[in-house]
């Protein structure tokens, strides 16, 4: 089938440089959520897609966000003339075989199984999605004869004191055969308070033609609301991560407030992880069974083997955690962290692009760069990899069962044999002896007869 995702709208009341269909919903544009949702629904009823993109404002911005993704087509609408204008510039990419499906870039969160019914509605019919609206204010109304037939829609300004009266809606999504849609919207007016084309207009063109048109209706409403403002899409955001939320918790997790969870991207869990209050999960996460992750914690395209704790306020960004491990609190592990099973990050400790085997710990004050660093060892406090010359990154060997002494210092490149001891405040670099202590520090020197300079009197 063919879809339309009308994203030309400027959106001036978002007061943003940034068009209205690339602002950020749940970590995505609002655009990529419905391309997404449309996709899925086309696969839900077995039809392949194509998608057809009516870009105006910002179109440059929107086409570079979406360059990767070859499969989408995108047509300027200049001038802007409404939403039946704006599917007019759309027809000469649709195939007339299949029906047209048109959708909103600036209303993100309808569901697949409310397009499917419409489309299951549509294949011959002119199919419109209607809702409920507790305040119908703003929206135009469907118009039914006594019998129930949709006889048309009347935009709310328009609209007499009677029409206005009315609570179904339309949503402006509708789903109707092709070569119709066409003739339809080659007969609309700009006779109307605003002097646009009005995509609306096409239901009254059709029930005059006697087409057949159908309706189907969104049980929920938040599924149709629209973008025009930051305030109502801090609005949408809210409704977006509620709905994240419940499905975490249908999966078995537990959240200490699913009101205080933020998901910008996609996580998946296992049977009773825990989330605790105001953690954000970007990108691609995944927790296995029994992970704990404790409050006010950033974790972004990161997996966590199963029972691995992380402690409050730690930040993990392109991270490998495996099972059983402990990081944290406020432990950062950058991009190319791998830590294996039972390895202990502790407090203000960072890792970036190092290799942490099976139980070794770095429990306090440490800098772990580039580096690899064998099982069951250990890193003392304040222990720093020195791994950048001022030019170039150097890579740090660390054996087996290695002690490093804290307040140590270890001069990449270097290699630590297995077993090695290195005394506290020492300073190595190329190599050190496996099973041997190695102390890199002056000899203290006490000086005698000095004294500590005190205040003159005033």
Not at 306 to 324: E, I, P, Q, Y
Not at 374 to 385: D, E, L
Request: glycine letters at 12%; a neutral charge.
């Amino acid at each position: 089938m063919n879809i339309v995702i009308l994203a030309a709208g400027q959106g001036k009341r978002m007061r943003s440089t940034l068009p209205k269909v690339l602002q950020p919903l749940a970590g995505r544009p609002l655009l990529a959520h419905v391309i997404a949702t449309a996709r899925a629904a086309a696969q839900a009823c077995g039809r392949p897609a194509r998608i057809v993109v009516v870009i105006g404002h910002g179109g440059d911005a929107v086409r570079a966000a979406f360059a990767a993704d070859t499969e989408l087509q995108f047509v300027l609408q200049h001038p802007q003339h409404g939403t039946g204008h704006a599917v007019m510039q759309a027809l000469p990419l649709l195939d007339p075989q299949v029906p047209t499906l048109v959708l909103y870039g600036d209303v993100p969160l309808v569901r697949v199984p409310t397009l499917a019914a419409l489309v299951g509605a549509g294949s011959q019919a002119l199919a419109i999605l209607t809702v409920r609206a507790a305040d119908p204010a703003g929206y135009g109304r469907i118009l039914r004869d006594a019998g129930g037939q949709v006889l048309g829609i009347v935009e709310e300004r328009d609209a007499d004191a009677a029409q206005r009266a009315i609570d179904e809606v339309n949503t402006g999504i509708l789903m109707a055969p092709t070569p119709a849609l066409g003739r339809w919207l080659a007969g609309l007016t700009c006779d109307n308070a605003q002097g646009e084309y009005y995509l609306t207009d096409v239901v009254a063109a059709a029930h005059a033609e006697g087409h057949p048109i159908a309706s189907s209706t969104a049980h929920d409403p938040d599924e149709t609301l629209g973008v025009n403002s930051k305030a109502q899409l801090a609005h949408l955001e809210r409704i977006a991560q509620r709905r994240q939320a419940d499905d975490l918790l249908a999966a078995g997790a537990t959240l200490a407030d699913p009101a205080r969870i933020d998901v910008r991207g996609t996580l998946q869990v296992g049977s009773d992880v825990f989330i605790d209050v105001g953690c954000v999960f970007e990108g691609r996460v995944s927790l296995a069974d029994g992970v704990h992750i404790g409050p006010h914690c950033v974790l972004r395209d990161s997996s966590l083997g199963a029972a691995t704790v992380v402690h409050a306020f730690s930040h993990l960004d392109g991270a490998t955690v495996g099972a059983g491990a402990i990081v944290g609190p406020y432990a950062r592990l950058r991009p190319g962290a791998r830590l294996d099973d039972e390895v202990h990050i502790g407090n203000f400790v960072e890792v970036k692009a190092s290799h942490l085997e099976q139980g070794t710990k770095a429990n306090h004050l440490a800098y772990v760069g580039d580096a690899h660093v064998g099982p069951r060892s250990n890193i003392g406090a304040g222990t720093i990899f020195a791994n950048y010359d001022g030019a170039n990154k150097h890579r740090s060997e660390v054996g087996t069962n290695v002690h490093v002494g804290s307040n140590s210092v270890l001069v990449a490149p270097v290699q630590v044999g297995d077993g090695a001891t290195i005394g506290a405040g020492s300073t190595v670099s190329g190599i050190v002896p496996a099973g041997k202590l190695t102390v890199a520090r002056p000899k203290a020197v006490t000086i005698e007869g000095w004294r500590r300079a005190a205040k003159k009197n005033a």
